[in-house]
């Protein structure tokens, strides 16, 4: 257990409270999903990349510092060994400092891990899902199984776990899929989140001609579900609807279309220990090195430093000719 000082809580330079830190375990994934990678991947050697226990040493420290919320993110968490040993180790501060938990995850892997999730404590999870088609969705993750997918979904259900479902809307792709994929989600008992395509890192695709605003997407529903505005909110930049005839609850991720920046409370790690204050730049604090060489109390300064640089917004800009707000991609920063 970390003793918790409200004291060193932390604030950024713009007078926003940091409370909620994503934490990438592993830049590599099972998958090669069209808007987020390439196809041809170069993943970090292993000896860039923090341990378990350097990661789980961080956490404590953020915790103390007054985080209330971590994401396991990636890449694919559940690709990284021994994950199940982080997981339980970050629990333990549930209830002592940490009020929740949670995990995003591409579901190949969930089958194996929801059981284990649940008992370590992780009551919620995102599932990363754009097409429930199976050859769309090989098409879009470059060579996906649904069917494992599939399968993790009915185990974290099983397993008692929480799911909110992130579908990336993609014009020409999937925009045909989102109200069945609204309906399907009402079925199952998930919730369900819409995101704009990001301009993050060369994939080797046009993210111009995919790109779909939700503004669109939600007349669209509205013309078959009203939809009104709820004050649920997860911590992140999701913005909830009810939806007319529905348990579902529909979020809508909008880094295009309406600027979410104003009420940030977000910074992500990556799993070399880099801290990133924000996902559309490309200032950041390494940790690995302080670590490595004094320990916690050579990164505590490094944390300040951090909190100063975090700039008041992103400039995410997608059309002809616009450049990606970032040569990083998302696998690296975490999602």
């Not at 190949?108 to 199976?134: C, F, K, Y």
């Not at 995101?195 to 001609?209: K, N, W």
């Amino acid at each position: 257990m970390v003793m918790v000082d409200p004291s060193r809580a932390l604030t950024d330079g713009l007078g926003r409270r940091i409370s909620y830190l994503r934490i990438s375990v592993t830049d590599r994934c099972d998958l090669r999903c069209r808007y987020c990678m390439a196809e041809k991947m170069q993943f970090l050697p292993k000896n860039q990349v923090l341990t378990l226990e350097e990661i789980a040493l961080l956490a404590d420290l953020f915790v103390a510092r007054g985080i209330r919320k971590i994401r396991l993110t990636g890449g694919e968490p559940l690709v990284r060994r021994d994950i199940g040993d982080l997981v339980r180790r970050i629990a333990r501060h549930l209830g002592e400092g940490l009020d929740e938990l949670t995990l995003t995850t591409n579901g190949t892997r969930l089958a194996e891990h929801a059981g284990m999730l649940a008992d370590a404590g992780v009551q919620r999870i995102n599932v990363s899902l754009d097409s429930r088609d199976p050859d769309r969705f090989a098409h879009i993750t470059r060579g996906g199984r649904i069917g494992q997918v599939l399968d993790g979904l009915h185990a974290a259900k099983d397993a008692g776990l929480a799911v909110k479902i992130n579908m990336v809307a993609l014009n020409g792709v999937n925009e045909d899929e989102i109200l069945p994929m609204l309906h399907w989600c009402d079925d199952q008992g998930f919730d369900l989140t819409l995101i704009e395509t990001m301009p993050l890192g060369d994939t080797g695709e046009d993210r111009t001609d995919h790109y779909l605003p939700l503004t669109d997407v939600a007349a669209m529903i509205a013309t078959h579900h009203a939809l009104t505005p709820i004050d649920y909110r997860t911590g992140g930049p999701s913005r909830y609807h009810a939806v007319e005839d529905m348990g579902v609850k529909l979020g809508l991720i909008t880094p295009l279309t309406r600027n979410f920046c104003a009420d940030c409370n977000r910074i992500r790690m990556t799993c070399e220990g880099k801290i990133f204050m924000c996902l559309g730049h490309e200032d950041h604090v390494d940790f690995k090195a302080a670590l490595r060489e004094g320990g916690l109390p050579a990164v505590e300064p490094l944390i300040d430093r951090a909190l100063r640089l975090k700039p008041a917004a992103h400039d995410f800009r997608i059309g002809a000719g616009a450049r990606p707000a970032t040569r990083r991609h998302m696998s690296v920063t975490g999602g």
